[in-house]
Antibody, heavy 120, light 110 residues
Framework: QITLKESGPTVVKPTQTLTLTCTFSGFSLSASGVGMGWIRQPPGKALEWLATIYWDDDKRYSPSLRSRLTIAKDTYKNQVVLTMTNMDPVDTATYYC????????????WGQGILVTVSS | QSALTQPRSVSGSPGQSVTISCTGTSSDVGGYNYVSWYQQHSGKVPKVMIYDVNKRPSGVPDRFSGSKSGNTASLTISGLQAEDEADYYCCSYAGGYFFVFGGGTKLTVL
């Protein structure tokens, strides 16, 4: 059974850096063909794909947020970490981590999400 | 990468069929057979209903079907039921190992 859970601060101040951790079980990110992503959803708005990391440490970012995002994995801890710099109130959203399907064609399994509010 | 275009809302009566469109470009929807659809009930986590254009994960009713023509993908829900009322998002592989979502469609069952 695959499980994913996001953790991190639920409130950050403008200009601060957000660090979110996804702790997962049921698969290994060191195994060939495995990928994971971060997706966010502002309140009442659409989903937005942020970043993806693959078993071979290949990393991909949203073109519009590339300069602010870093994704990294710790295969020993079964964790994926997303950092986003220079947070702004418009970054207020529920942040989800997801496990990609074999072949990386869709987000097969999702965490419960974590609501992050950016406010002074 | 721009978001895929979906109608903001659709509606139908129980038992009817509805279709939700998802329009992209040749760089995403039209370029790959990797369109997925997610159902999201209010306050809940998205759930995949269709992947790779027209495949259903186990446990998803066969009332849900997907298709694609050119740069537009579609999700059809037949035999509408009250529990189908939710937001639906399409998502497409967009090359370079990245993905783009649609703006979401609110389905109302009348």
């Amino acid at each position: 059974q695959i499980t994913l859970k996001e953790s991190g601060p639920t409130v950050v101040k403008p200009t601060q850096t957000l660090t979110l951790t996804c702790t997962f079980s049921g698969f290994s990110l060191s195994a060939s063909g495995v990928g994971m992503g971060w997706i966010r959803q502002p309140p009442g708005k659409a989903l937005e794909w942020l970043a993806t990391i693959y078993w071979d440490d290949d990393k991909r970012y949203s073109p519009s947020l590339r300069s602010r995002l870093t994704i990294a994995k710790d295969t020993y801890k079964n964790q994926v970490v997303l950092t986003m710099t220079n947070m702004d109130p418009v970054d207020t959203a529920t942040y989800y981590c997801a496990h990609l399907s074999p072949g990386y064609t869709y987000a097969q399994d999702w965490g419960q999400g974590i609501l992050v509010t950016v406010s002074s | 990468q721009s978001a895929l275009t979906q109608p903001r809302s659709v509606s139908g009566s129980p038992g009817q069929s509805v279709t939700i469109s998802c329009t992209g470009t040749s760089s995403d929807v039209g370029g790959y057979n990797y369109v997925s659809w997610y159902q999201q009930h209010s306050g809940k986590v998205p759930k995949v209903m269709i992947y790779d254009v027209n495949k259903r994960p186990s446990g998803v009713p066969d009332r849900f079907s997907g298709s694609k023509s050119g740069n537009t993908a579609s999700l059809t829900i037949s035999g509408l039921q009250a529990e189908d009322e939710a937001d639906y998002y399409c998502c497409s592989y967009a090359g370079g190992y990245f993905f783009v979502f649609g703006g979401g469609t609110k389905l109302t069952v009348l």
